[in-house]
T-cell receptor
Framework: EPEVTQTPSHQVTQMGQEVILRCVPISNHLYFYWYRQILGQKVEFLVSFYNNEISEKSEIFDDQFSVERPDGSNFTLKIRSTKLEDSAMYFC??????????FGSGTRLTVV | DQQVKQNSPSLSVQEGRISILNCDYTNSMFDYFLWYKKYPAEGPTFLISISSIKDKNEDGRFTVFLNKSAKHLSLHIVPSQPGDSAVYFCAASDRGAQKLVFGQGTRLTINP
């Protein structure tokens, strides 16, 4: 099955700036997710997106975060005003628990 | 939040021998467990999963064992190969939820 493609692979941004991370997960799946991994820590759930709506979000996913599926195939994560602690690897994923998720290769976000 | 724990941050095994990676969980609502393998700068790759109604699932060199009474699962890799060197994450999901809760990961090194 085709991979999940994420762009960019690395993004450097200044604190307070907005960033948009992009994912192409293939449109015939219903569930999409964003996870992140701060360096040296565990992979953490951010948000799940089902049928073009947020179905669940974590405490991390505050008002600074938003997700969209603007054109039926791309899936984006926006951080409105980045903080230093937002520096992490961000992974897009599709699928579900029964058949396993397919994760993208990630976007490394560095906030300076 | 330590619902899924991998207490060994690292493990070193001789090539050809068995690798055993362990994972403990606290949430009795978890009903599906997955193992992922991760290389640096890549997303997690699904390896094998097990439902809470089973106690063993096997796929080639990989076998996952689930002990519900002990809230413990383990991943056995036999025989271990150099390409198995990576970080292994245990993950779990609970009934009705699609999100995964990850452990901290165990870095497996296979020595020639």
């Amino acid at each position: 099955e085709p991979e999940v493609t994420q762009t960019p692979s690395h993004q450097v941004t200044q604190m307070g700036q907005e960033v948009i991370l992009r994912c192409v997960p293939i449109s015939n799946h219903l569930y999409f997710y964003w996870y992140r991994q701060i360096l040296g820590q565990k992979v953490e759930f951010l948000v799940s997106f089902y049928n073009n709506e947020i179905s669940e979000k974590s405490e991390i996913f505050d008002d600074q975060f938003s997700v969209e599926r603007p054109d039926g195939s791309n899936f984006t994560l926006k951080i409105r005003s980045t903080k230093l602690e937002d520096s992490a690897m961000y992974f897009c994923a599709r699928g579900g628990t029964v058949y396993g998720y397919t994760f993208g290769s990630g976007t490394r976000l560095t906030v300076v | 939040d330590q619902q899924v724990k991998q207490n060994s941050p690292s493990l070193s095994v001789q090539e050809g021998r068995i690798s055993i990676l362990n994972c403990d969980y606290t949430n009795s609502m978890f009903d599906y467990f997955l193992w992922y393998k991760k290389y640096p700068a890549e997303g997690p790759t699904f390896l094998i999963s097990i439902s809470s109604i089973k106690d063993k699932n096997e796929d080639g060199r990989f076998t996952v064992f689930l002990n519900k009474s002990a809230k413990h699962l383990s991943l056995h890799i036999v025989p271990s190969q150099p390409g198995d060197s990576a970080v292994y994450f245990c993950a779990a999901s609970d009934r009705g939820a699609q999100k995964l809760v990850f452990g901290q990961g165990t870095r497996l090194t296979i020595n020639p």
